[in-house]
Nanobody, 126 residues
């Protein structure tokens, strides 16, 4: 599976962005998908995950209520809608995928994922 993330950019605090992650190579419908981010000098951290069914989701506490993960299996694409952005959301955002054990399976750690996209930079100015 190849993953291509896009949608990053520069936005003012309080603004919104929508990231996309397009999967190719094999159908992504049986894969659990996740978004992670890495700020300069920090470790990569979990942001959100969505089950292959699209029904189950999980979020980091720092983004809960502001970010929404979703997927369109027909388009092999996962989205991350980011609202009420804060300067501390500034980071390179990565999408990731792994085969799902079940339709409700979620993965929240980096070592659970087998495939990674190249990252897209999100910069939030104050």
């Amino acid at each position: 599976v190849q993953l291509q993330a896009s949608g990053g950019g520069l936005v003012q605090a309080g603004g919104s962005l929508r990231l996309s992650c397009a999967a190719s190579g094999r159908t992504a419908s049986s894969y659990v998908m996740g978004w992670f981010r890495q700020a300069p000098g920090k470790e990569r951290e979990f942001v959100a995950t969505v089950s292959w069914s699209g029904i189950n989701t999980a979020y980091a506490d720092s983004v809960k209520g502001r970010f929404t993960i979703s997927r369109d299996n027909a388009e092999n694409t996962v989205y991350l809608q980011m609202n009420s952005l804060k300067p501390e959301d500034t980071a390179v955002y990565y999408c990731a995928a792994r085969l799902a054990y079940s339709g409700s399976y979620l993965a929240t750690t980096t070592n659970e994922y087998d495939y990674w996209g190249q990252g897209t930079l999100v910069t939030v100015s104050s």
